[in-house]
């Protein structure tokens, strides 16, 4: 394994770009929401999390399928969805990947890695499971790779699904990211034990804790945890630590008092690795500001295409649903 | 017939053997489908015995009672190039997996507006058959109004093994029920190839169309068979096809007697058999001679003693009086 500094200068550049492409798409959304659109239906951002989406999903090759909760954007344009068809379909546009009939939190392209998001939580967690046997079984190489949130570990789909990726030795890898809320409940209010990375361990399962808003340290566990899963042994549970910044969907403004305090942004993993960056004189705050300017320019023009795609025509809410 | 049908048939003259011999033919045939459920190895469910014997443990899957997780493993599985037969021992256990057979596997095509293909194959036991209420439900009123899923229920070994062979070989997910009582029901697999969404008249009659499902219509056809020697023509409408719901078949046959039973092992309230008069009353009214007649279970529980569970399971008695209502 090539030590932190070496991966830093290796893919630094591209992170920062990745990051910020996922950071500047919610963005948009959440300034969209702000003034009052009309074309917007719920969505739930993950800004703050960026790190998990990109150090995950930014090093899966073709063929791997992720499976990402109702706050899933970031994952899927990290595993490289086309921000254009994404904001169609969030927007309910006939151009969107789903022809309008998902949304934000149903968005799916498994020809292109993305084998969908859930409105349920925990609900794609058993599919992964799926995605690795059939990879096993056909001797693709491939890997499942569900990624979901704190509140989905305390579903049974989780824990059933654990045991049996266990008991298959199948190549999954297991993504929890914690950003401390589910919902508009505190994480730690509604969950036991010592953390969910240890709850791998009781069904052979190995689990480990990760900083999620550094992109270093979850690109290197993932990648532990892939190299695992695609010589054959077996499921790994990756939990990484990380932050909601905003509220549970957009316009929520929940956060208050003791019991459910505003989340810190000290941890924003672009700043953390743009610092990074600069410390190793690799230019990362002015990178990072390239990048914003950049990710702007582009998502604007993906927001504009798909604000002027038409919307579906009604009688297709008809098709669809058998073969 | 052509000689390929010919050596499609089953040998098989029971009914759970019949969809035993389609599993196993679909299996010899194609390596990419996979069976996995609870004891199947062992072959509690007779629909999965012997299998293992003939294609090892590596396809004949023993699971953990965690329907929930393989249910939804079958999803991923079918999208990603499987063909996955899952068996849920008892239709009562969908309840425990219902996220991932009506919220996930029923509606992964549509969300995905048709990107997700999943060929997946549901075998369960569903009905009466003396465990009491929490083993005994005709659940598929629920999947019939969930949507998404094929559903079909076979009450002779012709039905289940040719709509069993459909199954497998369809790209939708698919369930196929059997009732444990009919497992060991008799009968030959004719040369004669069902598809998904057929029903078939069992018994043919002038006087009174009795639509029934499963162990229902293996009362019916003994009712018909009865009244028949008192020259009261019943026509007995096997809906061995559920869902996508067969509209067309169904108002046919009444169409031409004019009068109308439906019998149905399900609960009555939202019952396969209210969809079924339904249907007739929207589509066949002015053809009707008479009000139509649901014979269907109480709206309360199953029951374990014998004398409480016949008690509220429709039987013969039950349809005959049915038939006399309409007709008087």
Known sequence: MEDRQELVEKHGDHWLRALTDVRVFELQLAEMHKAGSSVLGAVHLGIGQEAVAVGVAGQLIPGDQITVSHRGHGPMLARGLDPERMYAEILGRVSGYCGGKGGSMHIACPAEGVAGANGIVGGGIPMALGIAKAAKELGTGNVGVPIFGDGAANTGAFAETLNLAAVWEAPVVFVCENNGYGQFTPTDAVTGGPGIFTRGEGFGVPGVEVDGEDVVAVHV??????????AGEGPTLLECRTTRWHGHHEGDERYAGEYRPAPSREGDPIKRLAAE????GLEGGAKAEAAEADSRKRLEAAMEAALAAPEPAPETAMTG??? | MSSANQTAVSPANRLAPAIRDAIAQQMRGDDRVLFWGEDIRTGVMSTSQGLVDEFGPERVID????????LGAALGAAANGLRPIVEIMYSSFFYVAFDQLVNQIGRARYMTDGQVTAPLTVIAATGASGFAAQHSDASYPMLMNAGGLRIVFPSTPHQAFWLTRAALRSDDPVIVLNQPALA?????????PMELGDVEVTTHGEDVSVYAIGLMAVRARKVAKRLAEEGIGVEVVDVCSLSPFPVEAIVASVRRTGR???VDEARLACSAASEISATIAEAAFDALEAPIERVAVPNVFIPYAPPLEAHVIPQEADIEAAIRKVLA
């Not at chain 1, 993932?222 to 695609?230: D, T």
């Not at chain 2, 699971?63 to 393989?70: L, N, V, Y």
């Not at chain 2, 060991?184 to 004669?192: H, L, T, V, W």
């Open chain 1, 321 to 323: 649903v058998y073969v």
């Open chain 2, 260 to 262: 109308a039973v439906v």
């Open chain 2, 184 to 192: 060991g029901a008799k009968g030959e697999i004719r040369d004669e």
């Open chain 1, 221 to 230: 566990e993932m990648a532990a945890a892939l190299e695992r899963a695609r």
């Open chain 1, 277 to 280: 960056m600069d410390e190793l």
């Open chain 2, 63 to 70: 699971t953990p009672i965690s329907e929930g997780a393989f």
